[in-house]
């Protein structure tokens, strides 16, 4: 069984590329938990802050300030970690650097995700869940594919099969 692993190039680099399927899988899992729970906290109990409280806009601003701030970071910054890649590196090095870009670019987003969702439990502002959504879309559009891969990292037609 060894032998198998060590023997071809192409298991390593798809196997890689299914383990970031499933921690995609598992950060898209966690953000929907925290929107579902967070959704009941809020119609059980309502916002943690009280209603003549005046830092619900302090609170609102914070939370989409950090949407435009940290979301284009987590596009722009792991595709320049994939720009940096070269066309004699093997795929398994192409594909566990490719990894590590999205982890880092789904952390980032999941994170903003988080915290604006805490925001959101805080002061139950219903322009917060729209925003939530919005960071919640650029997650799925940011699904990693093996033919994204492929184009971000400028692929063979030779490593391209291999992925596939």
Not at 5 to 30: D, H, I, Q, S
Not at 111 to 136: H, K, P, Y
């Amino acid at each position: 069984m060894s032998q198998k692993k060590t023997g071809m190039n192409e298991p390593p680099a798809r196997n890689n590329f299914r383990k970031l399927v499933r921690t995609y899988g598992a950060f898209f899992l966690a953000m929907v938990l925290v929107l579902v729970v967070v959704s009941l906290v809020l119609s059980a109990r309502g916002p943690l802050s009280g209603a003549g409280d005046t830092q619900p806009g302090i609170q609102k601003g914070l939370a989409i300030a950090l949407a435009i701030v940290i979301i284009p970071l987590a596009y722009g910054y792991p595709q320049r970690m994939m720009r940096r890649v070269e066309p004699r590196w093997t795929l398994d090095l192409k594909i566990a650097l490719y990894r590590r870009a999205v982890v880092l670019r789904l952390a980032m987003t999941a994170s903003v995700f988080m915290m604006d969702a805490l925001l959101f439990l805080a002061t139950g502002d219903n322009d917060l869940l729209l925003l939530l959504a919005i960071i919640l879309l650029f997650f799925i559009l940011s699904r990693p594919t093996p033919f994204r891969a492929a184009t971000d990292l400028g692929l063979s037609d030779g490593e391209k099969a291999e992925l596939f």
